[in-house]
């Protein structure tokens, strides 16, 4: 069975801090894609990042940075000097081709970055 | 613009109606999804479907339906059998298998 695990229900952290989001996943493919998206208060969900699972390099985006391990079966995201706007709930979400359509998500980790 | 657009954004039912809920894309998206999203359980899947007159169950599909008979357009159906409906529904669409989806603004269902 598919499924994703973000252990972290919530954190909270001072402005300009570094957080990191952990995403944990499980599958029996081999072909699979891992994405995160984030959910402002206002509640749709905005795509951030999809990684396949034949390309382990990290990525970087601005003060976004994702780390994958296959041999952790995690996908974690790190945001580096936060801001108030980086207060969401965010989500790591899994797709597996060969197997069915679905995207299975975590519940989701909601980030407070306090002033 | 191009995008996903849910409507109602608020929709407050009587116990015991059933309630259709609007998705409707113009990306030419072949992929739809109808997801509940309750307090703390993240997004769990409703229904899903990959081509027009063809739809597939998700996780919790008691007490909804769907159709597809239009690429553009998925509406979900909470029935009178859905024990528990009050929640956030959100659509969303994606154009093959293994690209990101992207997601309308949702409907935020109240029934009393």
């Known amino acids: ?115 | 613009d191009g995008g996903i657009t849910q409507s109602p954004k608020y929709l407050f039912r009587k116990e015991g109606q059933n309630v259709t809920l609007s998705c409707e894309q113009n990306l030419n998206h072949d992929a739809m999804y109808w997801y509940r999203q309750d307090p703390g359980q993240g997004l769990r899947l409703i229904y899903y479907s990959q081509i027009v007159n063809d739809f597939q169950k998700g996780d919790i599909a008691e007490g909804y339906s769907v159709s597809r008979e239009k690429k553009e357009s998925f509406p979900l159906t909470v029935t009178s059998a859905q024990k528990n409906p009050t929640a956030f529904y959100l659509c969303a669409s994606r154009v093959v298998r293994g690209t990101e989806a992207f997601f309308g603004q949702g409907t935020r269902l109240t029934v009393v």
């Open chain 1, 1 to 115: 069975a598919q499924k994703v695990t973000q252990a972290q229900t919530e954190i909270s952290v001072v402005e300009k801090e570094d957080v990191t989001l952990d995403c944990v996943y499980e599958t029996r493919d081999t072909t699979y894609y891992l994405f995160w998206y984030k959910q402002p208060p206002s509640g749709e969900l905005v795509f951030l990042i999809r990684r396949n699972s034949f390309d382990e390099q990290n990525e970087i985006s601005g003060r976004y940075s994702w780390n994958f391990q296959k041999s952790t079966s995690s996908f974690n995201f790190t945001i580096t000097a936060s801001q108030v706007v980086d207060s969401a709930v965010y989500f790591c979400a899994l797709s597996a081709p060969n197997r069915d359509d679905k995207i299975i998500f975590g519940k989701g980790t909601r980030l407070h970055i306090l002033p």
